[in-house]
Each structure stands twice: as C-alpha cells, then as structure tokens.
C-alpha cells in the first residue's frame, strides 16, 4: 500500500510540474472577448512529418465537421461550399498540417441578428516570435511549424458559426442572386482566413469585462489565478503600426509600455481592482492613443514581413467610429479595398453580389485571396509557393 500511495504522491507532482502551461481557449467564436486560460501540457511528437505537397492544386487541407440546423439540402449546399472555400486556401497556402474545423449553421440570438457569421480560433498557444517577444499563435498556424514539442493543441483548430436566418445564394444553384441575398462562399472564405489568425488581439475588454466604458484598448493579458503577468499579442500585431503625428510606431511599443503599469505577478482580489489599476497608472495614455488610432480613418498599417507578396504598408479598418472588437483592426480598410482584389477582408459584405463579380471587380486576381491579404498571412508565419520559409517561432518549454 506504500508504495502505492507514494506513487500516486510522485505522478500528481509529475502532472502539476508538466501542466503549468498555459494557453488560451475561445470556446464561443461570437464572443472572442470571453476567453479563458488551460492548461496545455506540453506534447513531444515523434512524427512531426508533413503531408505530401503533390496534388495541392486539388487538395484540400481542411476537414470541416458541420453541425446543420436547418433542412438537408440548405446543409449539403453548406458542405459543398466549405470543401470549396477549404480548396481555395489550399491552393494559395503551403499548408503541411490538416485544419479541422467546427461548424455551427443556426439561427443566432436576436443580439446576433446582423452577424453572417463569427469565427475563432479554437486555441491560441504561447511561442516566441524572431523578435524574442512571446505572442500568441492560432493553434491552426502553429501546427504548420511542426514543433517537436509544443503545447497540447484541441481536436479542432477553428470554431465557426453562420446565421441561418440570412438569404444565402449558393453558386451550385445556377441562378441570379437576388439583390437581399448574400453569396455564402464569400462569408465562408473570410470566416476561415480569420480562424487562420487574421486577427488582432487589441480591445476594449479590459473594460468592457468590468462593465465601464472604453477609454482605451489593450492586448489580451495574461490573467492568472487572480495574477497579473503582463499584456500579450496576437502574431498578427508584430506587423501593426499605428500612425501618430505621421511617425508609424509599432504596436509592440505600446505593449511594451502597457507591460510597465503593473509588475510582474502582481495579485489583485478583483478584475475590477485589476483593471482600475491599469487605468491609474501613467501608462493608460498609450491605451488611449491605440483607441484613438483605431477609430481615426488609415491610422493603423500592416507591415508585411519582408519578401512576402506585397511590400508596401496596408491599411486596416480604422473607419468605425466606436471601437467594434469583431470588425475595427481586424479587417483591411473597407474604404481603400472594397474594390480591389482584397475584398475578402473587409469588414462589411453587401447583398446581391457574388464572389465572381467581386474578384472581376477586383481586376480578376487568379484567386480570391488577394496579395495584401496573402502577404498578411505569409508574415504571420504560413508558407507559400513563393515564399517558402515563413518566419518560424520557437517553443519555450516552461
Ligand atoms: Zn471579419
């Protein structure tokens, strides 16, 4: 019985040593802003090998599982243009790991009556950018870097839900699109890019958690066991600019700043004790001037990391004159790319038009995804055909 018990006593310890690991989950893809910390333990793999790059023009990487609430035929017609948006980002992205994702065609609450559709990566894991900075990576992205050891990654990659009380036009139908429809494989597309981690974790939720109004926005911060240990970004922000007094300041400056208002592991009894005291300190006037820059029209660039398909700054979504965390920041500028051939990202989709006459409209790009938005997502880490070797980042084994 001793030794039982003692053996018991050393693996709970193995478990607490190997599980303080934290990552983060976004278990409601329509509300991002509720997040929460797991424990990830850390997985060594022994086969870290890629799938086989033949035949990417008519693979397709992603696996979507589709939980449809509506009659069949609306649902194959559903399935049928996920495996065709899936296809589509399989042709322009290197892409070595499959991408599951898990998809919820429903009805949406009345609050959520205006949203398409709400998509999020299922998790987002710790590893360190080429920069030496820890930020988060969407699990879908980090899988491409097959780490031998990385965090534990959920089964699914994305979380994704479409409103099923829109008009949607399916292609396959062969008709004309009537002026209140709206073309699904659009929404579909953008929802998936966004899940790949085409997003920007600046907002207001530092405050709109506690119920005040927004005076500034932040990165997501680490939040602990009622501990403090700093402001965090997306991978998405290594490449924003935010533009004051014409000088482009990098977002990770104002990160840096924001990390000086509180030290390291700092307890709080409260989120509302924690979050007044960011907001006392000198450093919430960086958190108010990444708002002002964000609700100030072209105030916040993309820099795309060098070499990838597009080499010159691209405006974000800094138009709205609210703060909206689904739709400032984490766009491309609607009013300088709704006609181009980046149309995919932005913000707002109008009826009555197709992905066809968005992408003639656009100049006839060979694909949806258009180069600004490709070179996005080839700084961010995914590799292409002509850019192969995407910055990687490094896994720190905590
Ligand atoms: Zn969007």
């Known amino acids: 019985m001793k030794f039982q018990l003692s053996c018991i006593l050393a693996f709970t310890h193995f478990l607490i040593a190997f599980a303080a690991n934290p990552c983060i989950d976004y278990p409601d893809p329509l509300n991002p802003a509720r997040f929460e910390f797991t424990d990830c333990p850390n997985i060594i793999e022994d086969d870290t090998e890629d799938l086989p790059n033949v035949e990417r023009g008519i693979q397709n990487f992603f696996h979507v599982d589709i939980n449809c609430y509506s ?55 710790f590893l360190i950018s080429d920069d030496k900075i820890t930020r988060l990576y969407p699990q879908a992205l980090a899988k491409q870097f097959s780490l031998k050891t990385h965090p534990e990654y959920n089964k699914y990659d994305i979380n994704s839900r479409f409103n099923a009380d829109f008009s949607w036009w399916f292609k396959a139908d062969n008709k004309k699109i009537k002026p209140y429809q709206y073309d699904f494989s659009v929404v579909v597309l953008h929802e998936l890019i966004h899940g790949l981690g085409f997003i920007s974790s600046w907002d207001n939720s530092l405050e709109t958690d506690v119920y005040q109004y927004t005076t500034g926005l932040t990165p997501y911060y680490y939040f602990y066991g009622n501990k403090f240990d700093g402001f965090i970004e997306n991978i998405f922000d290594r490449y924003l600019k935010v533009i004051e007094n014409k000088k482009k300041i990098p977002s990770s400056y104002y990160t840096a700043q924001l990390n000086k208002s509180i030290p390291p592991m700092t307890p709080f009894y409260t989120r509302l004790e924690f979050t007044n005291k960011v907001k006392s300190s000198p450093q919430w006037k960086y958190a108010k001037l990444v708002l002002k820059a964000a609700t100030t029209n072209n105030s916040i660039v993309f820099t795309p990391a060098k070499r990838t398909s597009w080499n010159q700054d691209i405006y974000l979504e800094t138009s709205l004159k609210y703060f909206d965390a689904g739709s ?35 100049g006839n790009y060979k694909s949806p995804i258009g180069p600004r938005i490709i070179s996005i997502l080839e700084s961010i880490g995914y590799a292409t055909d002509t850019h192969p070797n995407p910055v990687k980042p490094t896994f720190h084994n905590h």
């Open 71 to 125: 009659n069949a035929i609306l649902c194959k017609k559903i399935k049928k243009a996920f495996d065709d948006a899936g296809k589509e980002i399989s042709k322009v992205l290197k892409l070595k790991k499959k991408i599951y994702v898990n998809a919820t065609f429903e009805s949406l609450s009345f609050s959520e009556r205006n949203t398409l559709g709400s998509t999020y990566p299922t998790r987002s894991v």
């Open 328 to 362: 400032s920041i984490s766009h491309v500028s609607q009013l300088k790319y709704r006609k181009t051939s980046d149309f995919i990202m932005t913000w707002q989709q109008f009826p009555g038009q197709t992905l066809e006459y968005f992408i003639q409209r656009g």
